[in-house]
T-cell receptor, first 110, second 112 residues
Framework: SQTIHQWPATLVQPVGSPLSLECTVEGTSNPNLYWYRQAAGRGLQLLFYSVGIGQISSEVPQNLSASRPQDRQFILSSKKLLLSDSGFYLCAWSAADEQYFGPGTRLTVT | GENVEQHPSTLSVQEGDSAVIKCTYSDSASNYFPWYKQELGKRPQLIID?????GEKKDQRIAVTLNKTAKHFSLHITETQPEDSAVYFCAATPGGSYIPTFGRGTSLIVHP
């Protein structure tokens, strides 16, 4: 069966510091991969999605970037964090229509 | 692009009552409609979905209905229990797209 991992689970970072969040999927090949952000008490904001290695589409212009160096690995990065980057970051995968979320990383920027 | 409206934003019911959450969508090309349940501090979990060739789908106490003509779909939870308390999100995905559009969520509170 398929499993999706994210790490770290929680992260506290100062403003201006870099960020790297990692997501990996097991048990499937060539998944579609997604990064979402959820602010406290809010909905799901799609940040990036990828349909294959090296193929990244950005939905929202901001100081974040994404990379997919391997088929089942998706990385979210920032060179300099802003206070507004705080939130719950969710990676998701899909093979067709059905989308499944990872456990999430709770990021607090101080 | 697709636009999904979800109502109500908050729903408070007594244990044992039924709960209904409604969503409307704008893109007639949408053909896949999932519902997610997100408990506090956890990931959204896919609980039920429906495709455009089906009008209703049921799984124990939850059911989803779809009206393609009116472009709306609903989640029905019967005999609610306190553990049903969570935020529920609907979504719509156009055929051939990998990108669902989510509603803003409904916070369901079930009082014991």
């Amino acid at each position: 069966s398929q499993t999706i991992h994210q790490w770290p689970a929680t992260l506290v970072q100062p403003v201006g510091s870099p960020l790297s969040l990692e997501c990996t999927v097991e048990g499937t090949s060539n998944p579609n991969l997604y990064w979402y952000r959820q602010a406290a008490g809010r909905g799901l904001q799609l940040l990036f999605y990828s349909v294959g290695i090296g193929q990244i589409s950005s939905e929202v212009p901001q100081n974040l970037s994404a990379s997919r160096p391997q088929d089942r690995q998706f990385i979210l990065s920032s060179k300099k964090l802003l206070l507004s980057d705080s939130g719950f970051y969710l990676c998701a995968w899909s093979a067709a229509d059905e989308q499944y979320f990872g456990p999430g990383t709770r990021l607090t920027v101080t | 692009g697709e636009n999904v409206e979800q109502h109500p934003s908050t729903l408070s019911v007594q244990e044992g009552d039924s709960a209904v959450i409604k969503c409307t969508y704008s893109d007639s090309a949408s053909n896949y409609f999932p519902w997610y349940k997100q408990e506090l501090g956890k990931r959204p979990q896919l609980i039920i979905d429906i495709r455009s060739n089906v009008g209703e789908k049921k799984d124990q106490r939850i059911a989803v209905t779809l009206n393609k003509t009116a472009k709306h779909f609903s989640l029905h939870i019967t005999e609610t229990q306190p553990e049903d308390s969570a935020v529920y999100f609907c979504a719509a995905t156009p055929g051939g797209s990998y990108i669902p559009t989510f509603g803003r969520g409904t916070s369901l509170i079930v009082h014991p």
